[in-house]
């Protein structure tokens, strides 16, 4: 009776959940009306879910997108199930250093708490792209911008944990992908050569980085005794939006291949808003969760506190230079 036999038939784990616990089973009787919680990537797919199921257990939704039409669809959708849902759309391009800033810029101008930051919003490209900014464009959102993010918003999220008493909480929705970084070394400064370009080395090189944030930022945070915890979590494979036209492994032909293995955007969502909102996560802070538990398999790069040092290193050094 192993993992895979437990992920396929949705046998719980510890906590009580398991592979087929939805964003709601995980958040039933959970009341988030004294929450402000922030959810990069809200128009789509998990972490449009996300705020759907966090707003009905009346959290303020703070949507940080970069399509406000979708947005407001996605918002009137909400609020037409939830009439008393609250539900802010903000704009936000993870792939341009200036839209985050503004985006914290106009955030904090707003004087509101932050309790939850989901780093959810993710890309992927079948192509060798740059940001603005002159980076990988993969690594360049899913890091990069969301480095800058999370540190912008960290000094509300501390003072919110201070003034609430209430633990503040980081989750950075990373992927099983992170096993297919680039072999042979991850070379964060290496990233603009277009002939080393692989679009799912580049994908899951990404999601390790996002491993590796929270890890490292979890150590700062306990360092510094911040009421703050940061975790990753790997969803599951949900046929949503993602990697469609980019990558044959997301294609609608690759993903019937696993059809038995597929998670809905409800079961995808649960890790994301168990992480995000219960009690029984208190106090844990720099680890990985799968289907709602704690998972300690991680590939030797997402173990490791160098490489995470040397990614903490180079983002810090990157936004503070563009
Ligand atoms: N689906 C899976 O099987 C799977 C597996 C493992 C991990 N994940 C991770 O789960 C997260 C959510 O993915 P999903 O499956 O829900 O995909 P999705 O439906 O494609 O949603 C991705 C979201 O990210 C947003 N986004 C992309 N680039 C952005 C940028 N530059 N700035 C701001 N937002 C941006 C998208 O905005 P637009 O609507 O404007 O495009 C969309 O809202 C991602 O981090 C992904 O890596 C997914």
Not at 77 to 92: F, Q
């Amino acid at each position: 009776m192993g993992g895979l036999w437990a992920y396929l038939t949705g046998g719980a784990g510890p906590s009580g959940f398991g592979s087929r616990s939805t964003a709601e089973d995980v958040t039933a009787g959970i009341d988030l009306s004294s929450k402000t919680i922030v959810i990069s990537g809200a128009t789509s797919g998990i972490g449009k879910e996300t705020a759907r199921v966090l707003a009905k257990r009346g959290a303020h939704i703070i949507m940080a997108i970069r399509n406000l039409q979708t947005g407001e669809e996605v918002k009137s959708a909400i609020t037409a199930e939830t009439p008393k849902a609250r539900v802010d759309v903000m704009k936000l391009d993870l792939a341009s250093l200036a839209s985050v800033r503004q985006f914290a810029d106009e955030f904090k101008s707003r004087k509101l708490p932050l309790n939850v930051l989901i780093n959810n919003a993710g890309y992927m490209s079948g192509k060798f792209e740059l940001s603005v900014d002159g980076l990988e464009k993969v690594f360049a959102t899913n890091q990069i911008g969301t480095f800058l993010l999370t540190k912008l918003l960290l000094d509300t999220l501390k003072t919110t944990a201070k003034e609430t008493g209430e633990e503040g909480r980081i989750v950075n929705v990373a992927s099983e992908a992170h096993k297919y970084a680039y072999k042979g070394g991850v070379v964060f400064d290496k990233l603009n050569d277009p002939s080393r370009y692989q679009s799912n080395m580049a994908y899951g090189q990404s999601k390790l980085c996002n491993i590796l944030h929270a890890k490292d930022l979890a150590k700062r945070l306990k360092e510094e005794g911040s009421n703050v915890t940061a975790n990753a979590l790997h969803p599951g494979v949900i046929s949503t939006n993602f990697g469609k036209g980019q990558s044959f492994i997301f294609s609608e032909a690759a993903l019937s291949l696993v059809k038995f293995a597929l998670k809905t955007v409800p079961q995808g969502a649960a890790t994301t808003c168990y992480l995000a909102t219960s009690p029984q996560v208190n106090g844990l802070s720099g680890k990985y969760f799968k289907d709602c538990n704690v998972h300690p398999y991680l590939s030797s790069y997402a173990n490791d506190p160098e490489l995470a040092a040397k990614l903490w290193e180079f983002s810090e050094e990157f936004v503070s230079t563009h």
